[in-house]
Nanobody
Framework: QVHLVESGGGLVQPGGSLRLSCAAS????????MGWYRQAPGKQRELVAV???????NYADSVKGRFTISGDNAKNTVYLQMNSLKPEDTAVYYC?????????WGQGTQVTVSS
């Protein structure tokens, strides 16, 4: 059984930074991609950033230039560095690891951007 544990969320002022981490344990197999999604109250879950096993990255337009995703396949760990945070970044952030044909999800970590 695969278990994903996220950390690094919290309360930060606008303009601040946070770094999220997600570590996977268990028999996960070959990883195809790792990513971060978020869900704000009353909104659908949306993709924030993804990194493939080959190192290609993709970002939501709203976070380009502010967020950076990185991964360590050997450690089954994915990170999200978030800079210049805005109140609209407030959401629960979920880690996702794709290991075909399965999708693995973390439990979510709250990020709140407020003064």
């Amino acid at each position: 059984q695969v278990h994903l544990v996220e950390s690094g969320g919290g309360l930060v002022q606008p303009g601040g930074s946070l770094r999220l981490s997600c570590a996977a344990s268990g028999s996960i197999g070959s990883i195809n991609a790792m990513g971060w999604y978020r869900q704000a109250p009353g909104k659908q879950r949306e993709l924030v950033a993804v990194i493939t096993s080959g190192g290609s990255t993709n970002y939501a337009d709203s976070v380009k230039g502010r967020f950076t995703i990185s991964g360590d396949n050997a450690k089954n760990t994915v990170y999200l560095q978030m800079n210049s945070l805005k109140p609209e970044d407030t959401a629960v952030y979920y880690c996702n690891i794709k290991s075909w044909p399965l999708d693995h999800w973390g439990q979510g970590t709250q990020v709140t951007v407020s003064s």
